[in-house]
Structure formats: structure tokens, C-alpha cells
């Protein structure tokens, strides 16, 4: 403080010499990575959509062995089986996961199937059992099951179909077509929509003219008849295997003009940002220019428009195999079990055929959560 | 006291407090400049007193007592209803992006007339004459023009003057500016603080003036407020503070201010007999396309008639304003943008040598250009690949040459970064960890990767703080005299040019209008425009004040020059040397 008035002077040491030699910003100093890691942390329902996925797809190699039933395993005495509760108090006693036996009876006023608990029997579950075989992981023939129901009982956790298949069971194995249709599409829709897209965003001018106005035409067209014609014109002796194949890339190369359109437009700004203007005045090639600086930029931008779109994919198989012209059985995604549920009569009168609805629904939602958390993550320079 | 700011601590969340126990007040009729670098806290500041933090930011402690006609409350414990009639009719503020700052869906008019019928209660008809009123009051040549505009069709000034007219237009008590200048150019710059001066005589409001720009704050300061990271470090009277300060950070802020000299040296005229670069009259005219199919073609000469040489081993400076065409002028140094038919850009590699044709250069010659002529990038932040480590940034230019091996490579990289001035520890780090000042270094080091004979400097320090920019400065002149370097300087402010530069060349629309040594240049001007230019340079002295009525009697608008300097119309002066080393264009 001084004599002169009104005139004010920090008391505090003050140190002109500021070192320049440490970094301005030590927690900043992070590979990228971690940074968007960090931010993403804080988006809950990413980080639990994230999760769910995770296990979703870990868990597909081992459909088999979860399932207590295969999916084509019939069970005539058991047609549009009633959803089985598991309990674990009989009669006042701890006895273990257990299910009563249920048998059929037909309601012949109504024309319905109607099924009869025998609460007197409790009918545990076996753990770790034999039934029927399948492929563990796609190629090791195994009969393992995790857990089955004993001799003269079932164990139809979310009920049966018409033909007495399964459903909880079908639903695991139908994860493992309609999860994985996804990652093949957006494969053929990647390398399509980056190189394409990057190339017009790089060149611009008569190269992105030309290639926008594709775009646009591409996208004009109503994509239900197109996915439709498109899958009609798939031989019909082709096996699931190959038809499976098929309908992916067809989805694949219908959605690749959404992808290009993203890359254009950050290659676009991208290429305006100085850093690339000091590596092209430094003598550097386009394709240097294009690997190092501009594709590093964007992988995850890139990664954000993968993952939304998955859930188009995903939903258009299941509208496909729901009308009949994606995979048909003995194949067993959530769409072709749909297909047996377009019927109204039969979901008001056994609601439990509807269910495939509910994992998609979960799936598509997961991936747009995830989708948009990564989405917010991605720019870490940017204030909160 | 009017506005009596005391003790104000905010913070973020759970941090630590970015205000620490700030307090400032401003009296009735009077300025007060809050003046500080980045990081300072001068804005949050300000947005606190109007109650426009981010959501969370927390006001720890603190009072702001407003003492206006018949009010005498706390502005940072008001309700949200009263801070609304508060806003805009007894305290408004005009920012520093007036683009970003202006709805660009409503025109200019409407947006400032809606003031009026949110405050007043007039109505439209009145409030449109009211508003045509203040926009003579603020300069607007055209008004039935300004009144119908959208924020997008004016220019940087134009919106200003429109934002001012904005705030002032309730005839507030108290107005605030948060660095409204900043973004503009010198001479637009001094329109706008004459304006706003004037205002203040007028109507007698008190101002509250955010800057870090002490030759700003020396002209219409009546106080001032020194900040460093969120505290005060010295405030009271402009003429003690700027003359006498006592704290270290006020003199080191003071000492970083650069200066216009004003007293020639004596002139060595150098004759360059040893360029390193010559440029003989250079063209380039843009052809921008208005229309899709069949729009009409319009001609934008972004340059014209531009030749000037750089002897080896020295600065040669381009200052202009925004839209002078001196950034085109360095990309086509470099290559980067082809000039038009006649123009000739000669460059020589070795003294004595056979020059280049930077124009036709193809392949492998090119490269060799490309290594020997190099750039510093005007914007620190974005001239940095961010996803890069600071090594592979620096040995980019080597690995795109092919030259040396990995680790003779690394140990370049190392060198130069020693030689910047930075820590060689530095190099596995990423580019956001480091402050502004150091990346320009880092800048500076890759630029110096290939060894390269001329450097191309694009406004390097203009988006640095005062400190700094000083700092980088010196580290520029210090390796072209150990390197033996020579430079083409391009900026936009005076006082850094006649630091650095022996030459110096003023461009007005795509025009030199006048070249010659900084000292000559700032001592005796012939041209209307540098004239125009050096007078509206702000000092940080309080005894050399500018005028700035005189100046915003638009001494930079072409029209109001005499007539042999005149460039409207068909025949344009040529460069004439009037007296040796000294060229202008004048009709002889």
C-alpha cells in the first residue's frame, strides 16, 4: 500500500521471471484418448449403454451354451407354451431355482392353448447340463448347456412359439445374426463413405460436385422398396449363411452416402485449419496430408457416425425378415421371429410372441446413447 | 461511487476460485479501464455484474453496489425480474464479436428498436424515430440503409457502431465494453473509441472499459485496474498507474508495450544489390462467382501492382489492414497461390546465384524452394496438429524431405527446441498442453526444422498476449542475427513493425502506398494513408493523447485524399522514390 490516494498495489510477491520452460497446461497433457475418455466418463447413459453392449456382443460366441434349448428344437406337447417363472422358496423352503411343469390343454370355446401349472411338483433346474447339440463359438460341436430344465419339465423362461420353439433361446441365438448384421454393413458402408466422402472433401470442386450430386440422388430413393427389390433379386437356393451376406452388404452399400456426407464436411473444414496448410506448404502429398493430419482428426467423428449408424441397420434387417425378404428360416434373427408375430390375433391372444421387439428396442437405444455420448466427448479443447 | 464492486470471489464447480477478492468501482461521468491479459478474469468480472455467467460458475462472496437515480441495491443479489429491467436500460454492455453478438435472423434496426419497446414502452413508430435518431448519433452515413441491414451485410465497424447504438440507446447509467475494439482495425478502432468518448460527454454515463491494450487505456481512461489471474494487482488514476506504477506486473506490461519512435535515426540507405527475394509487379485478381448457373462474374483484385525486394539478412515489413491484400502477397511468396500473367517472383537460393521462378517452379526444384522458404502461422492454437506429439510435429518437415535418419531427426528436433527456448523434455507432449507464447515457439522451431533462408512470418504475435508477444519478438530478431535469416514480416500493427523490420511497406486495398525505413515512415509520412494510419496508433503515454475527433473525421477513406494521391478512377499513381529509400505513390 502507499501514501497516494485511491491508488491501490497487490501486496503479494509477484515473480516477473515466469518460467517457460514447463508446460502452460500440465493436465492437459494427455494423448488424445484419455482426454475424450474423461469426458465421456461423465454421460451416464453412455457409459451403461456402453457396458450393455459390451456384454451383448461378448456374450454372442456363447449363445449356445447360455440357451437351455436350440433354436429349431420343436416341442409339440408345447405350442405357444405360457412364460415359466423361475422361484426359489417351495413350500416355505429353499430348494433352488426350480419350475413347476406345465401342460397343454386346448380351449376348444376360444381356440386357444391354455396351460396348467402343476404347482405340487417342483422340477429343478440342472446346472451345467446336456441337451441337445450345437456349435460353441460357430465351429466346436458341444452339448453343454448352461442350465436345462429335468426330464418331464420345460423351462420356457419367456415362453413358446407356434411350433413350440423356444423363445428366450431363439432370442440369444437371433442376437448373434442381428448384432453382427450391423458390423458388416457398416464395414462395406466405411470404406465406401471414407474414401468417397474423403476424396470429394479433399479435391472439391468438380470431384465434389459430381460426387454430391450421387449423394443426393442416392438418398432420394425411398430405401424400403430399394432394400426390397435388392433382396428379392437374391437367389432363392442361396443357404442363410450366404443370404445373410448378402443382405448386410445390400445395406451396407444403401447407407454409405449418410457417412460420406459426414466426411465431406469435416474434411472440408479440416482442410482449411492451419495445420494442414503448413503441411501442404511444407511439400507434403496429398496422401500424407490425408493420413496424418486429416484422418487422425476425424477417426472420431468417423467412429460417433459409425455407431448411430448401426441402429439403421439393425432395424432394417429386422424390417426385411419381418416381411419376409431378409432371412427366412431355418435361420433365426429377432426379424424373422417378428414375422411369425404379424399376425394381431395372435399377439392379443399369446403377447409373449412380440418379445424380439424388446431387445431391438433395447439395442437401438443402447447405440444411439452411445453414439451420442461419444458424440459429445470428441472435442476435448472445447469449454464446458 | 456509482457501481462499487467489493471483495468478488467466483469459481467453477469445486475449483479453486478463478476471482479472488477483486474490487473496483467506477464513479459517475468517469472511465474505468480494466485492463489484463488472457486468463485474467476481466470478462467473468463484468458478466458478474449483470448476472451472464455459465451455469456453473458460483459467486462466493462479494458485492456490487449500484448507486443510480433513486436505486441503491446489490446487483449480485437480485432477482432474476429485477436484474432483467436492469439489463440494457440501466446497465448495458457491448461485446467484443458483434457478429456473434447480433441476431442474424432480425435486421439491425428492429434489434435495436426492440430496446426501446422492451424498456419503454413505446410504441413502433416512435421507437423508429428514436432509432433513427441515435443512428446519426453513432455515424451511420446511410440510414434508411443501416435501419433495414442484416447484422451480416455490415462490416466489423458498422456492427459496433450498431451494438453501441444498442446499448446506449435507454440512456443507461452505466455502460460496459468488453474489448469491443479488439477485432477491429487501427482506424476503425479509434472511430469507435471517439464515439464512445463523445457519448460519455454527452449523456454523462459512466464506462467500464475491458482491454489489455495499455495505449487504449492511456487515451480514455480515467482510472484503472490491473488484473493478473483473477486479482487485482494495481488500481487508482490513470496518470499514476500508467507513469508511476508500483507493481512489477504493471511495469513489465508497460515495458512490453511496444513503442513508435519518434525521433529518426540516421538513415543508411541500403540499396539491394544482394536480394534474396524480389517481387516486380505482382497481380492477383480473384474471380468470385455471385450465382449458381448464370450469375454474373465479378473481379476482386486482391492485389495489384506490388514489387519490392528483401536484402539478404534482413526484415522487410508489410502492414496493412484487414482486406489489404498483404496475406495473399505471402502465400504467393511462398507458392502457395499462383499470381497472375506478368507478375514475376524471383527468388535467390545462394548469394550471387541464378534466381528461382517461384512461378514456374515444378518437382524437384519446388521441393528445394519448399525447404528454403518457410512459415510462421499467425494463429498458435490451430497451426499445430493437435492429434500429433511434439516430436513427430517438429521432424514432419524432415520425414517429408527424406532427410536424415530417425535419430538424427530426434536429436534436430531437440536441438531446435533448446534453441526456442524451450525444454527438450517437451517433446513427447501434446500441443494443447502449452500456452499460447510457447506454441508460437514450437512454430517457430518447426519452421527452422529444414534450415531455411527465408521466413515468412504471418502476424505471428497477434493473437498473443503483450508479454508475450515482446518475448517472441525477441526470440525472431535473436536467431536472424545468429542464423543470418532474412524475413517477411506481415502484421497489422505499427509499433511491432518499427521494432522489427529495416523496411517497411504500407498496403492500402491491394496497394503499396508507401515503402521506406520504419523510422522515415513514422517521422515523415507523405501518403494520406499512413498518415492516417500512424495517427491513429494508441500509445501508452498519458501526455500523447490522440485526437480521436480528428480522426473520426475518416482520414482513411480514400475519397478525402488530396488529389495526387487519389486512386479513384481509371490511372493509378505509380511508385515514385520523392527522396532515396523512400517511395510513394504519388501522381508526379
Redesign the interface.
Known sequence: M?H?P?????P?P?D?AED???????D?????RVLIWHRFKRYKPGVISGIFLALSYLMLPFAGFIAPYTPNERHAAHLYATPQMVHLFHEGQFIGPYVYPITAEADLVNFRWTYIQDRKTAARLEWFCEGHTYNLMGFIPSDAHLFCAPEGATVFLWGADRLGRDIFSRILYGAQLSLTVGLIGITVSFLLGISIGGIAGYFGGRVDWGVQRVIEILRSLPELPLWLALSAAVPGHWGPGAVFFIISIILGLLDWPGLARAVRSKFLALRE???V????????RPR?VIS??LL??FSSHLIASAILSIPAMILGETALSFLGLGLRTPAVSWGVMLNDAQNLASIEIYPWTALPMLPVVLVVLAFNFLGDGLRESLD??SD? | MLLQVENLSISFGKDAPIIQNV?FGVERGQTLAIVGESGSGKTICCRALLDIL?G?ARIDTGTARFRGLGLDIDLLNLSNKAMRSIRGDRISMIFQEPMRSLSPLHRVGHQVAEVLCLHRGLPWREARRTVKDQFSRVGFKDIQRAWNAYPFEMSGGMRQRAMIAMAIIAKPDVLIADEPTTALDVTTQAHILGLIKDLREETGMSVIFVTHDLGVVANIAD?VCVMRRG???????VD??IKKP????TR?LLAAAPVIPHEAMPNDVQLAEDPILRLDSVHKTFIIKTGQFFGRVREFRAVEDVSFAIPRGKTFAIVGESGSGKSTVANMV?G?LRADEGSKIRYWPKRGGEPLDVQTLTGKS??RF??SA??V???PF???????QILDILT??LA??GIGTRKERREKAAALIERV???PG?LR??P????G??RQ?LSIA?ALM?EPDLLVCDEPTSALDLSVQA?VLNLLEEIRDNLGLSYLFISHDLAVVARVADECAVMHQGLIVEMAAPDVLFTQPKHPYTKALIAACLEADVDRKVNLATISMGAGDPHSWPSEYAMCGTSLPALVETVPGHMVRIQT
Open positions: 502507499t497516494r485511491n491508488h491501490y498495489v497487490d503479494a509477484y516477473p517457460i520452460r514447463t508446460p502452460g497446461h500440465p492437459l497433457d494427455v494423448p488424445n485449419e492451419e495445420f496448410r503448413a503441411a501442404e506448404m511444407m511439400g507434403a500424407r496424418r493430419h487422425p482428426n476435448p479443447y464446458d | 474490487s455459465p456453473s482510472s486479482r487485482v494487482m494495481e488500481s487508482g488514476p499514476t498507474v508500483d507493481h512489477g506486473y513489465k511462398l502457395a519446388r521441393r519448399q525447404g518457410q512459415m502461422f499467425q494463429d490451430s497451426s499445430l496438429s493437435p492429434r500429433m514432419e518437415p517429408i524431405h527456448g524451450l525444454d517437451m507432449r501434446f494443447h498442453a502449452f500456452s507464447g510457447q515457439r518447426r529444414l518475448q
